[in-house]
């Protein structure tokens, strides 16, 4: 029904969440080694209209307007919403005219090294800026951006776009075991953290599958040592472990119809998508929740990464 808009999604960050999605899949300033969105197909810092945003403005309206229950609207989507040159004009909208719901960016950072988007980000209620690297070799190997983008142009763009957000600011770092998580560059990150001043800093590892089969996920005695590195700056890493299942927007009949459809074929996310007519995000977050409880498991093939019921 909706095209620009999905969920609401159970997220264990932000509770019930309605995502936004400003760029189409997959437009993005990286080409993260972890992405769980697949490979960029666009790689591009360039800002564009690449969704239209009178028609991002009316579905809003058109879904806001009966005033559902919401923890937060979040620009996400599968690719880097700050693209969108019209992102500031859909956050004015929506203050103007639903003040009544917090706002919520996930962003890579990238085009915060453009002070002029600041004031654009200024009005969010939340911004979850991410972080994965303070060495530039390490930065360049997680996140494989666009030519020219630097991790310390992006640093420098957190510390002063955080000297004038009023909101809360949540640095989220994601770690991949043996490419970020060595001693000396959580010393770096500590350092980093002390100037930039989130509210918090949230952990994050691979939930599912990412782009480069070889990423696993970080052990917890690993996260356990990070965090207490990391003390006493305020780390928050286990949400990971709350099960989406446990969330108001976690809907059982999507995730039993996705098991039904996986016990007749194969699928990516994107066949699912298409399927059930619901947004990959949504998508990937049953996934993820399946994968979890280890129902389904998935095998990387030409077209893309095909889950499976796990027998
Ligand atoms: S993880 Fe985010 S920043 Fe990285 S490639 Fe995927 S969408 Fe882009």
Request: a neutral charge; proline letters at 5%; one cysteine or more.
């Amino acid at each position: 029904m909706y095209k620009y808009l999905f969920g609401p999604v159970p997220s264990r960050r932000l509770g019930i969440s309605l995502g936004i999605d400003l760029v189409p899949s997959k437009v993005c300033s990286m080409n993260c080694i972890y992405c769980e969105v697949g490979k960029t197909t666009r790689l591009t810092d360039q800002r564009l209209q690449y969704v239209p945003v009178d028609k991002v403005i009316s579905e809003l309206r058109d879904y806001l307007t009966p005033e559902p229950k919401l923890d937060y609207i979040t620009f996400s989507g599968a690719g880097e919403p700050t693209l969108n040159s019209g992102i500031g004009d859909v956050i004015k909208f929506l203050k103007l005219e639903f003040p009544q719901y917090k706002l919520a960016l996930l962003t890579n950072s990238t085009l915060l090294t453009i002070l002029d988007i600041h004031q654009e980000l200024l009005p969010l209620d939340v911004i979850i800026p991410s972080l994965d690297a303070v060495s530039e070799n390490i930065f360049q190997k997680i996140n494989r951006p666009v030519a020219g983008i630097k991790a310390q142009d992006i640093i420098e763009g957190l510390i002063k776009f955080n000297k004038q957000f009023t909101g809360e600011l949540w640095l989220e770092i994601f770690i991949v075991p043996g490419i970020n998580d060595a001693d000396d560059e959580i010393r770096k990150f500590k350092h980093i953290i002390t100037r930039i001043k989130p509210d918090k800093v949230q952990l994050n590892t691979l939930d599912r599958p990412g782009t480069e089969p070889w990423v696993n996920s970080v052990e917890d005695k690993d996260l356990l040592r990070i965090v207490k590195s990391f003390k006493p700056v305020f780390v928050e890493y286990t949400y990971k472990k709350k099960p989406r299942s446990l969330i108001d927007s976690f809907k059982q009949e999507i995730s039993d119809t996705i098991l039904e459809i996986l016990k007749r074929r194969l699928c990516t996310d994107q066949d699912l998508s298409q399927i059930l007519n619901l947004h990959i995000n949504d998508v990937n977050k049953y996934l993820s929740e399946l994968l979890s409880k280890d129902l389904t498991d998935s095998e990387l093939k030409s077209r893309g990464r095909f889950f499976y019921i796990k027998k």
